[in-house]
Each structure stands twice: as C-alpha cells, then as structure tokens.
C-alpha cells in the first residue's frame, strides 16, 4: 500500500508539474489575436481548426452549466458526512483521515478555479452575454474531473454492496465522459483549455488519494 501510494505520488507530481509546462506553452506557442475582439490565443492553429471542427452549441454549453451543480452537490455531501462526523466525536481530529484530506482537496480545487478567474491564461472563443470570459483551464471540466473521482473512492471505501458500488462508478463515468464531451463539442472552450484542466485535475486526484494512502499508512503503523 505504502508503494502504490508513493507511485501515484510521484505521477501526482508529475502531471501538475506538467500542467504548469502546458500552461507555459498555451501562452508561449503559435499565440496569434484570433479569440473575440482579437484576444491572443495560444496554439492559435489547433484551437482554430477543432473550433471549426465543433461549432458552438450554446444548448451543450447551458446543459453542462447546469449539470456542473452535480459535482457541487457531492461536495455538499461529503461536506456534511464531515460535518457530522465533528458534532458527534467533538474534535476535527476524530473526523475520518480521508474526510479531512477530502476537504482540503476540495479547497484547492476551488483555489485553483480562482486563480484562474483572477489571472487569465486564455479567452472563450464565443463572447458569453456580450463580455469576455477566461476560459483556461476550463473550470467545468476541471470541477467534474476532480469531484467524480473522490466519489468513486469514497464509495468503494463506505459501501459494502459490490452492486451499488458499481452502479455508482459506472453512472459517475458516464457522467464525466458526458460533461467533458460536451465541453469539448458545445464551442465555449478552447481544445487547449480542455487539456489543461484534464491533466491539472488528474495530477490533483492521484495527489489526494496518495495523501490518503501514505497518511493513513503511517498513522496505522
């Protein structure tokens, strides 16, 4: 377990490291002022074609708004399952070691988002009510691909039924391919946006569950 841990650790790393490269190069490579009101964009000629390629879909885009609320949601509800769990054993030390790892993930998660929000690396291809919006990394994307995850972990930890377990993983999958799908196809996102929130949001999941495995491993020795 120890090992595994230590692995995931390192490919945690690895990827966020590789998500500060690919952030770099979306501002460095082929940047030319083709986004709205004539915004650079990076990868000027691969963001072009794969927006041709889609179009906009404005439908997608308000569909998968809407769903990014299931995510949410689940924090809520590991939120409370946490929350609870400090009612009733009086100390943030008794709550469950992953519960607790959980909370901060979810924090950085969040932090990331506004980082993001604050300092934009890239610009829709569409104006969204008329104005401007950053859309790198893309947020939703990044929100469902860090969330889902968490759900399938926790529940092969809490549940005991295999058929509930799988149904569960098997929806969220969906899910997730569904949402990032749509993303990719409804034409409010650069290619490159969705790249960079899949390979941030991995390095963030596999750094969480590493946390897990290594700390529980050391408190149980």
């Known amino acids: 377990m120890k090992k595994r841990g230590q692995k995931l650790l390192v490919t945690g790393t690895i990827l966020t490291g590789a998500f500060v490269i690919w952030t770099a190069l979306v501002q460095w490579i082929d940047v030319q002022p083709v986004g709205p009101n004539g915004t650079n964009i990076g990868f000027a000629s691969l963001n072009c074609w794969f927006h041709q390629l889609t179009g906009v879909h404005m439908t997608v885009?308000?569909?998968?708004?809407?769903?990014?609320?299931?995510?949410?949601?689940?924090?809520?509800?590991?939120?409370?399952?946490?929350?609870?769990?400090?009612?009733?054993?009086?100390?943030?030390?008794?709550?469950?070691?992953?519960?607790?790892?959980?909370?901060?993930?979810?924090?950085?998660?969040?932090?990331?988002?506004?980082?993001?929000?604050?300092?934009?690396?890239?610009?829709?291809?569409?104006?969204?009510?008329?104005?401007?919006?950053?859309?790198?990394?893309?947020?939703?994307?990044?929100?469902?691909?860090?969330?889902?995850?968490?759900?399938?972990?926790?529940?092969?930890?809490?549940?005991?039924?295999?058929?509930?377990?799988?149904?569960?993983?098997?929806?969220?999958?969906?899910?997730a391919g569904f949402m990032v799908t749509g993303r990719m196809i409804s034409g409010v996102h650069w290619l490159t946006d969705i790249i960079g929130a899949g390979i941030l949001s991995a390095g963030l999941y596999l750094i969480y569950k590493s946390s897990v495995l290594l700390l529980e491993k050391n408190i149980n020795a």
């Open 61 to 175: 885009y308000t569909v998968t708004d809407w769903l990014s609320l299931v995510p949410l949601l689940i924090c809520v509800v590991f939120g409370w399952i946490g929350l609870v769990q400090l009612i009733q054993r009086r100390s943030l030390f008794q709550v469950d070691l992953d519960l607790t790892i959980l909370g901060i993930y979810y924090v950085l998660v969040m932090f990331a988002y506004f980082i993001f929000e604050m300092i934009p690396v890239n610009y829709r291809p569409v104006l969204i009510d008329g104005r401007i919006e950053a859309s790198y990394p893309s947020s939703t994307t990044l929100l469902v691909l860090c969330v889902m995850p968490t759900l399938n972990f926790q529940v092969k930890r809490r549940m005991k039924s295999r058929r509930m377990i799988h149904v569960i993983n098997t929806l969220s999958i969906l899910f």
